[in-house]
């Protein structure tokens, strides 16, 4: 009888076994891979270095805006104004802050255990997936302002623009003609014929 070993060097199971008595198959090696594979949620993936940076740069981000709304909360900050009620999404600041704490327990608490958002397995990516999720809820009143003045910015630079170009006839015509002057002169040189 032949025996199947995996890669750690353990018998594989009876099934296995009495597939490589017949041959080594195609159905075989799949089944020798698949008895001796770990399952995907343990196994730790490097995490790429952008993604990494962007949690870095969310978690500062994160707690200025978690302190700034918790002052709005309490009351040690009015909150009036049309900039204010943008950010905090027409006045629910306390709604913002707790999505900002969640999302800066589940990092911190991440980090630790991913040894610095650098390798982490299934659950890991879940955790990040959830606490980023809550993240972007709570920032985006500031997104919303950005993208208001940011349109403002573009529609100011339109009229800016369309109000300081001249228009392309003019362009063509004056460079097709000259200028009045000389064209008088020009027109008074000619010869007169009878």
């Given at each position: ?26 159905d ?26 962007a ?98 910015l ?41």
């Amino acid at each position: 009888m032949l025996r199947v070993l995996n890669r750690r060097g353990h018998p594989v199971s009876s099934t296995v076994k009495l597939w490589a008595d017949r041959s080594l198959s195609h159905d075989d090696v799949f089944s020798g891979f698949v008895e001796g594979v770990q399952p995907w949620s343990r196994e730790r993936v490097p995490v790429p270095r952008r993604l990494r940076r962007a949690l870095w740069a969310l978690l500062p981000v994160e707690l200025f805006w978690a302190v700034w709304l918790a002052t709005i909360v309490t009351g040690a900050t009015a909150c009036r104004g049309p900039i204010c009620t943008v950010t905090t999404l027409d006045h629910h600041a306390a709604v913002l802050l707790a999505c900002g704490v969640f999302c800066i327990c589940c990092l911190v608490g991440l980090v630790f255990t991913t040894r610095g958002f650098s390798k982490c397995n299934g659950i890991e990516v879940i955790g990040l997936a959830i606490a980023t999720a809550a993240g972007a809820a709570s920032l985006l009143g500031i997104t919303a302002l950005i993208i208001g003045a940011l349109i403002l910015l573009i529609i100011l630079a339109t009229f800016v623009l369309s109000s300081t170009a001249t228009s392309r006839r003019e362009t063509d015509h004056a460079r097709t003609r000259p200028p009045y002057p000389i064209a008088l002169a020009e027109a008074a040189s000619r010869p007169r014929t009878r």
